[in-house]
């Protein structure tokens, strides 16, 4: 027996030397796609977005705002879509690992007893010992030679699908950070559109006490009195369409920070301007976008992942080499089960190969080729809608700040405008119709403005998440417990920078 135990191990070394020699690995090795964008946007913000290394890894600190910082922080800490995205990356992570597995060893252990009881009817006499007692216990063991890389090829698309699951994390750090400003704004903007209300709200009630009293006099018909109280009323009207709003604003930014409707209302209780970022942010160039942009990267790693699924696919084209052994004791006498002559094993190398599949194998071949196609494509359409994104709010920003400076003058004329009216009007000199529509054109002008200014800040934040601003420099937490066979595994990879 010692000599078969010693020429079948040859026979296995042999079988490993000539496969091992000859490895290849199927499928279609990665290439990143060499992506075509603009050398410079076409609209370039001189003053404040001008060609240059990008710095928009806290962009929200430009907005002086300590408010909207500790809002920022909140919605990292605890909102929900956030934690779900970072279990994704431990999904992610977990399904390495069994990728990884694949190629390595694997060992099972066994144990039985039975009681058996043969027929005495039948024409075979029954065994001595009826009924008769059955031992065993054993293990057995096999490892799956990974001679043509599809192992390999599994483990490439697992290590692939962590980084996309990783950049779908940042990407969701892109998308709630820029929510919560854009919520916060919208609040600062509904704040000063109810004072700037108010604010008119006042001046028209002095246009009905003014009306009263020059009837009272005699001075002026009824009609003056009631378009007064008209204008007033209409303008009282939306006060209370605003603060539904402001409520909505608030509530959003509840959930955003992970919190029911009035945690944040005493973050929110003092009043604030509306912020707007500092100069000298950069845009950057088109090309750090595929840098920056966490949904670009995260569709490069998919096409990476899929790429690599070709290979696997193919992998079924030939055969699989396994090395098996089982050894285990068997005995009738529970006495002898650990005796010498009840020991029993096997091992040696085998191979599997399907000849003929009807076709499925290269159909699931062509299917992932389609696949891989279509995650190219689609890496190639985020490019250019990024591309897209960053040139529209680059625009956003110019033309919005040129019509801030026009609403600003056209303030100041309707301002001046309702005085020289109301002095007008006073002195007999027009009517109260001239009084109405100077009053209702400030107003206007006025809500248009502070609206333009909250715009403003918008589109600068719109800016910064089309720019992939805020995750440059997020890493991903670990995970608590990292379930992998092999110590690199434990290694966390390093974020894309």
Known sequence: ????????????????????????????????????????????????????????????????????????????????????????????????????????????????????????????????????????????????????????RSVESAEASIG??????????????????????????????????????????ESVELTQNRLDNGLVPRIDVTQAETNLAISESLLPALRSQLVFAKNRLATLTGGFPGSVDKLLARTRPIPLPRSGYSAGLPADLLRARPDVRRAERELAAQTAAIGIAEADFYPRFTL???????????????????????????????????GRIRNAVLAEESRTRQALNRYESTVLLAVEEVETSMASVAYERDRQEDLSRAVGSAT?????????????????????????????????????????????ITLYKALGGGTEMELIPPPTEEPLPTEDDEVEPEPES
């Open 324 to 358: 098996f052994g089982d050894f285990s004791l068997q005995a009738a006498n529970s006495g002898e089960f650990f005796d010498s002559r009840s020991g029993a094993y096997s091992f040696g190398p085998a191979f599997q190969w399907q000849i003929f599949s009807a």
């Open 164 to 205: 996309a699951a990783e950049e779908g994390y940042r990407d969701v750090l892109v998308t709630l950070f820029a929510e919560t400003a854009l919520n916060y704004i919208e609040y600062r903007t509904i704040e000063e559109r109810i004072r700037v209300a108010e604010s008119n709200i006042a001046s028209q009630r």
């Open 416 to 460: 001046e405008t309702v005085d020289l009216i109301k002095d007008n009007y006073e002195n007999g000199l027009v009517n109260f119709q001239n009084v109405l529509d100077a009053e209702r054109t400030k107003f206007n002008v006025e809500d248009d403005q502070v609206v333009s200014r909250g715009q403003i800040a918008k589109n600068y």
């Open 1 to 152: 027996m010692k000599h078969e135990i010693i020429s079948c191990l040859g026979g296995i070394v042999a079988v490993l030397t000539m496969a091992l020699s000859g490895c290849v690995t199927v499928g279609v090795d990665y290439r990143k796609p060499d992506s075509e964008v603009p050398d410079a946007w076409t609209r370039a913000l001189v003053e404040d977005l001008d060609s240059g290394k990008s710095s928009l890894e806290r962009w929200w600190e430009g907005f002086h705002d300590p408010t909207l910082n500790q809002l920022i922080d909140r919605t990292r800490e605890s909102n929900p879509d956030l934690a779900l995205a970072l279990e994704r990356v431990t999904e992610a992570r977990a399904l390495r690992g069994i990728a990884l597995s694949q190629g390595l060893p694997q060992a099972n252990a066994s144990g039985s007893y039975s009681r058996n009881r043969a027929s005495e009817s039948l024409l075979a006499p029954a065994p001595p010992e009826n009924p008769s007692n059955f031992y065993n216990a054993g293990f057995d063991a096999g490892w799956e030679i990974d001679v043509f890389g599809g192992i390999r």
